[in-house]
């Protein structure tokens, strides 16, 4: 798109024109009697010897500092030539450079705030699935491996769920098959079981009520005989318990809100409107 | 001025770390032993050892490393919070999630020049000021991308050599200390680890590079600044710095080497880095701080090559064998023996002969090496090896490592997707699983998350596959992964017990492996591939060798099914050809069923036609940490 205009013999004629124009309004400038001024604060001096001592470990002789001023002086003079020209315009170097320097004005702000409590307790209790204790469970299973168990599988869950709902507790951990799947897990949630255990096996554990083993539960190791020991409710945490957390999200999202809000009251100031012809309008979804 | 008012900002801000934590002390054989006897309900309460293996990337960079820092614009916060199961949006735009979190990483930037790029692309005046800095600064914002590439592999270059291009201890300063601030306010005992770690870029050619990994936390780490390739290009001087660390300030550290593949002949050499015969001290030295090697990421995997190991079917895996890692060296045939994991853990045993201590005495991780900022290896969800090669319908022929020579450069299809760390530790925090590195309890994968456990002993016996608790009879009778068998054999026979459960996101398993090693009798090393158990009743054929699996991947539409395999496998293994007078090592290696590459989900997903050499299907596998027997006296 840009290297189509940028071959367009009627921009090539525009921005000559452009360019005389510049020049010629430069040179008739330049013929004025009253110079631009430039001043060279000792600040400045101090700085420009500052950076050359950083680089080179040693101070600038009086010829280097000489030098190092004039260089200044040049730059600030074609830095300013260079301005009422417009380069800076479509410059990407420069464009990004003023982009960044705007951004880290915001990051700047944000290193120096520090919350209150009461803006953590409240971050916390506006985002509960953030820091919330996920609802637990609680279970044990014996494991049915189908590969040793072949078309016998659902009948010898069947005897091995009647086992374990009639007989002395402690049979569960001699019943089944040998897996290095937990025989029990403690107060643990629903995600947590499927990273173990999959996604469909923990979905059907998550509707079991406390108490009897039920089954057989599919998963894609086999299957399993369950049963849930304990339900804990999900629960909000108190924010002494997760105040590390808190933190690092609150900030992080102020400064996010910082930055947009810095934007949207930016944006306020423009007309935007995009021009975009009707047939380009899928270029640039392609390429996605 | 500002970076030094911000980082004094983020000191004060940084929480004081409050959680002291016990070492994690594992129980003896006796100790677990009597645990299971006792006569409770529940042969599970009291026990001690590691129950839930933890996933993680040792090796992971972000724009703070000078080389990622030219191509990507996310930071090390961004390579936290994707990695604890975080959404974030990548350099190119998209929206990135693993599939399931992380338990923990270490943020290893290049510790040459580290955390310059940040500074450059902010035009620090400190930096921009000087020639290469102006000059590279004006490439990297041309918004060329040529350009960019260009720029971003000059920069590489500039690391191997001996003078930093630009020199700015300040800015090391500031920003390894704004590091390990980041790094101690993500990490969450018991939830996620945000271990402290960079990485040593000695000799970039020839990849030396070293991960280097702390146990403490800031206030430790910030007593130094990463030992960098400009201070010394000699691995030795690493350790000896880090030995004079240790002693001096307490601190803990490890190294893990990677990439041996593209050392050309150097990684596990039997001489000095200078090229003298190796000594007892400095082989002491390597063996300190070097228990973990890297076997398998996204420039390729190390285990083993298939000149090395020609009877073994599945050596030729992910394999990058062309040349040293920038391409200005061909790889010879003969390099290969010093370069991967199986053949240098053979070397060990016969320097462990020669020297009384056996330098490459290490275990296995795998780790990704991207320098996305994302910790992405999944076959289906893989985010590439740098910004160049970030998810795009071409990025398949995209160049991911210029050689000088065109024909020896590394394009897109040819990355690995690989791996992971899995770690046995007791608990989630930062001490539990450095100490469970020292101890080799790890174990590599390429990718999947499959559960692995591997135990030597004299006793283990067939029943004990029948055991609903296996790492319980594993612990009570012998020792795991990363163990050693003493030489006390008296006509016994080691026998390992070793099982593995498949990744439930991944594909079912074909087989379980044990790799021998061993020094013979007339000095020679030896290597020998054994199957252990396998599913769908196969027999192994005439020439001893189990049939394939078979293969259920359909590439059109990259889905396979586990109609094949099995989700477990168990079994005890006794070691036929067991010598008591031979030095050896034992290893197990978990192979799954084949399953799409991340090749054949990109095809799909963006309907391209890639070329007929691209491989479209993978056996991913694990590789444990080794075994080791020494024969007494």
Known sequence: MLKAILKEPLV??????LIVFAVYHV??????????????????????????????????????????????????????EALALGLDIDDTVIRRRMRQKMEFL?????????????????????????????????????????????????????????????????NATTLGDATLLPYELGATSATRISRTFGPQFAKAVDLLAPGAWTGPIKSTFGMHLVRVNKREPGRIPALSEVRHAVKREWTQEQRKKLEDKHFAELLKRYKVSIERQPNAAAEPEASQ | MRHILMALTICVLAPTPSIVLAQDHLPDKAGVAATLGKKEYSPYVGRE???????????????VSVDAGTMNRLGQEDAFRFARGEEVTTTHGLRAKLSR??????????????????????????IVSTDPGKRWYKELTSGDSDKIFATAMEIVASLSKKEPPIKSDNAVKHAWKAYTALADKYNEPGRFTALIGYEWTAIGGYNLHRNVIFRGDAS?????????QFDSQNPEDLWSALAELEEKTGAEVLTIPHNGNLSNGRMFKVETFDGRPLTKEIASLRARFEPLAEATQIKGDSETHPLLSPNDEFADYETWDRSNLDGTELKKPEMLQWEYARSALKTGLMLEQKLGVNPFKFGMVGSTDSHTSLAAVEEEN?????????PEPDRWKHIVIAAPDSKLNVMGWQQAASGYAAVWATENTREAIFDAMKRKETYATTGPRMTVRFFGGWEFTDDDTNSRLPAGVGYAKGVPMGGDLSGDAQGKTPSFLVAAMKDPY???????????????????????????????DRKPGSDGKLPPVGNTVDVENAVWSNSIGSPELIGVWRDPDFDPSERAFYYARVIEVPTPRWTAYEAMRFGVDMADEVPMTTTERAYTSPIWYTPKG
Do not use: C
């Not at chain 1, 090539?12 to 024109?17: I, R, V």
């Not at chain 1, 609680?138 to 494991?143: G, I, L, R, T, W």
């Not at chain 2, 430790?220 to 960098?228: E, I």
């Open chain 2, 101 to 126: 979190p992380l338990d923990f990483l270490v943020v290893s930037d290049h510790a040459e020049m580290y955390g310059l790029m940040p500074q450059l692309l902010k035009g620090d005046p400190e």
């Open chain 2, 49 to 63: 050892f590691p129950t839930r293996v933890l996933w993680g990337d040792t090796h992971l960079h972000t724009m």
């Open chain 1, 106 to 170: 915001s990051d700047a702000v944000i290193d120096l705030l520090t919350p209150a409590d009461e803006d953590l307790q409240n971050y916390l209790n506006a985002n509960p699935s953030k820091f919330g204790k996920a609802p637990q469970i609680a279970f044990e299973q014996v494991f049915l491996n189908p590969d040793s168990r072949g078309d016998r599988i659902e009948e010898d869950a069947a005897s091995i769920l009647e086992a374990l709902n009639s007989h002395a507790p402690g």
């Open chain 1, 27 to 80: 040179l008739n400038r330049s013929n004025q009697p009253k110079p631009d001024k430039i001043v060279v604060t000792q600040a400045r001096i101090e700085q420009l010897s500052g950076l050359f001592t950083k680089t080179w470990q040693r101070p600038p002789t009086a010829a280097e500092l000489k030098g190092l001023i004039d260089d200044y002086v040049k730059e600030e003079i074609l830095y300013r």
């Open chain 1, 12 to 17: 090539h004629f525009l921005a000559l024109g």
């Open chain 2, 220 to 228: 430790v780490a910030n007593q130094t600044v990463p030992f960098s």
């Open chain 2, 382 to 390: 893989f985010f590439g090896k740098h910004s160049g090669v970030e």
């Open chain 2, 506 to 536: 991944s594909g079912n398993l074909d087989r379980i492996q044990i790799i021998k090693g061993w020094l013979d009798s007339n000095g020679e090393l030896q290597e020998k591939v054994y199957d252990v158990v396998w599913s769908d």
